[in-house]
């Protein structure tokens, strides 16, 4: 079973940061993909950020500048750091994973835009930016 714990959202001014930071074991980082994905209420899920495990990162267009995915493999860490933040970024932030060889055959299988089909998922951690 692959667990993953995501921390780190909270409420910020729109222009601030945040980092969300998700743990997840040693063994998920040497085998599978990763990435984020959010989801604001009323809406549908939207893949964000994802890193292959050969260290690739793809980002939503929306974010791409602002956010940045990476992974501390001495302390089995996924991050998301978040930056100029803004009120649309506003939603509950989900650290997923799957088997790279589930999503790498398929087109744009190892990009941002298959995270939301990620086969595990953590409980997700709020992000609120107000105006």
């Known amino acids: 079973q692959v667990q993953l714990v995501e921390s780190g959202g909270g409420s910020v001014p729109a222009g601030g940061s945040l980092r969300l930071s998700c743990a997840a074991s040693?063994?998920?980082?040497?085998?599978?993909?990763m990435g984020w994905f959010r989801q604001a209420p009323g809406k549908e899920r939207e893949g964000v950020a994802a890193m292959h495990r050969d260290g690739t990162t793809t980002y939503v267009d929306s974010v791409k500048g602002r956010f940045t995915i990476s992974r501390d493999s001495a302390k089995n860490t996924l991050y998301l750091e978040m930056s100029s933040l803004k009120p649309e970024d506003s939603a509950k932030y989900y650290c997923?994973?799957?088997?790279?060889?589930?999503?790498?055959?398929?087109?744009?299988?190892?990009?941002?835009?298959?995270?939301?089909?990620?086969?595990?998922r953590g409980q997700g951690t709020q992000v609120t930016v107000s105006s």
């Open positions: 997923a994973a799957d088997l790279s060889s589930t999503h790498d055959w398929k087109p744009f299988g190892r990009t941002w835009r298959a995270v939301t089909e990620y086969k595990y």
């Open positions: 040693a063994y998920v980082y040497r085998t599978y993909c």
